[in-house]
C-alpha cells in the first residue's frame, strides 16, 4: 500500500469529518481522565470511589435503554431528510422523538424506583439506597443527551453534537464535584459526586435544547418536493426505533454486566480497579468511536439511495481512518500503563492485567471493522439483533463462570470473546449478504468495488 493510497485516505471526507469529532472527543476523554484522578484521589477511599463507579454505570445504562433505541433511529431518519433537504420532516422526526422519549422514560423511572424500594435488603448490601435512587432519577438526562447528540451528528453538526456531551459535562463535573468538596469541608463522598454528574447533565441537555432551536442545517436542496418513503415517515419512528432498542439492549449488556456482577459479587473495591481500567482502555477506542460515529448519516443515505458504491468508499475510509490510530494509542497506553495506573492511587496499579485484556477487546473490533453500524444503517437491525442476543447471552455465561474464578481479569477475558464472536459474525453477514469488504482482515481499500463485483461475476 503506497504513500499516494494514505495521501487519498488522510484527505478524505471521512478523515476530515473524523478529525474534527476526533479532536472534541480525545479534549474530552482528557478531561474525563482528568476528572476521574479527582475523584479517586479525593473521594474517601477506593470503595467509596467504587459505589460512584457502579452508580454511574447504573444511571447511564438505564439512560441508553429509557431511550428506547430513539436517537439512533431518529438519526437514521434525519440524515435521509437532510440529504434530500426536506426540513420541515427533519422537524417532525424531532419532535416526534422527544414526545416519545418524555413519556417512555417517564414510565420507566416510575417502574425502577418501585422495583429499587421493593428489593430484598440482602440483595442490595453492598449498594446504598440512595446511590440507586439518584442513578434512576438522573437516567432520563443521559436519554435526552443522547438524543440531541444523535441530532446534531445526523446533520453533521459535528461541534453541536460532540462539545456538549464529550468537553462540557465532565468540565461542569469536575467544577461542581470541586464545589461540593469545598462546601462539605474537603470531605466527598460516592453521592455527592455522582449528584455532580446529575447536575452537569441537566445543564447540558440545556445547552443542546438552545443549539438544536437555534443552529439549522444549511441542506442541499436537490430533491426538495421529493415524495417521502413511507418507512422515513415521522409516525413510524417508534416501529423503527424498537429494532435498535432490542439490539442497544445486548450491546449495553455485554458493556456494562461486568461492573455489575463485580458489584454483587466482588464488592466495590474491585469495581473501582476495573473502572479504572476500562476509562483507561477506552482512550484507544477514541478513533473507532469517532469513525462510527460520523459515518452513519453518509451510510444511511448512501444505503438508501442503493449506493453500494458510494458505501464501499466509506467503510474504507472509515477502515483506516479509525485503525492505525487505534494501533499508536494502544501501544502508548500499554508503554505508559503503570505511570496511568498511578495516578489513581498506588492499589490500582493492580489492574493493569485488565487494562490489557480491555484494550484488546478494543483493538479486535476495529479490526473487524464497522460492521453493526453497517447493517444498522443499511436497515438490517434485525439481524445486528440476533448476532447481538446471542453474544449478550455468552458474555452473561462467560462473565457468571469467569468472575468467580479470576476476578475483574475474568470479567475482561469475556470481553474479548464476546467483541470476536459479535463482530466476526456482523463481519460474516455484510461480506456475504451486502458484498462488501468492511475489515483490514479482507484487504479491504487494496481493490476498488466494480473490480470485486467483477471477480464475483466470473465465479
Known sequence: MGSGHFRRILSAQVARAGAVAAFIRAAGLLLVFGLQVFLARTIADQAEYGLFAWGQNLMFLLGSLFALGIPLASSRMISIHAHYGRDSAQQAVIRRAAVLMVVFSSCFVAVALLIAFRLPADVMHKIPTEITILAIAAAPLVSFTLLYQAIGRARSLLVAAFLPTQVLRPLLTGLLALGFLLAGSFTLGAFQALAAVAVSLALVLMLQLSLTHRIRKVCNNTEPNAEIDPAHSPDRLLGQALP?????????????????????????????????????????????????????????????????????????????????????????????????????????????????????????????????????????????????????????????????????????????????????????????????????????????VNEETRSDETR
Open 244 to 448: 435498535v432498542f432490542a439490539t442497544r439492549f445486548s450491546e449495553l449488556i455485554t458493556k456494562y454486566a461486568s461492573i455489575f456482577v463485580l458489584g454483587f459479587l466482588a464488592g466495590p473495591t474491585v469495581v473501582a480497579g476495573y473502572f479504572v481500567a476500562e476509562r483507561l482502555a477506552q482512550l484507544t477506542a477514541i478513533p473507532a468511536m469517532v469513525v462510527n460515529s460520523v459515518i452513519q448519516p453518509w451510510l444511511a443515505s448512501a444505503s438508501a439511495a442503493n449506493d453500494r458504491s458510494r458505501m464501499q468508499q466509506v467503510i474504507t475510509q472509515a477502515i483506516h481512518t479509525g485503525l492505525w490510530p487505534t494501533l499508536v494509542a494502544t501501544g502508548a497506553v500499554y508503554a505508559a500503563s503503570g505511570l496511568l495506573l498511578g495516578l489513581f492511587g498506588p492499589d490500582f496499579e493492580e489492574a493493569a492485567p485488565v487494562l490489557l485484556l480491555l484494550m484488546l477487546a478494543h483493538l479486535v473490533t476495529v479490526l473487524l471493522g464497522p460492521n453493526s453500524q453497517i447493517l444498522v444503517m443499511s436497515g438490517r437491525q434485525q439481524t445486528v439483533f440476533r448476532i447481538m442476543t446471542g453474544a449478550a447471552i455468552l458474555h452473561l455465561i462467560l462473565i457468571s463462570v469467569l468472575i468467580p474464578a479470576h476476578g475483574a481479569a475474568g470479567a475482561a477475558s469475556a470481553a474479548v470473546i464476546s467483541a470476536l464472536v459479535s463482530g466476526g459474525a456482523c463481519l460474516g453477514v455484510v461480506r456475504f449478504q451486502l458484498r462488501l469488504k468492511s475489515s483490514i482482515l479482507l484487504s479491504a481499500g487494496r481493490r476498488s
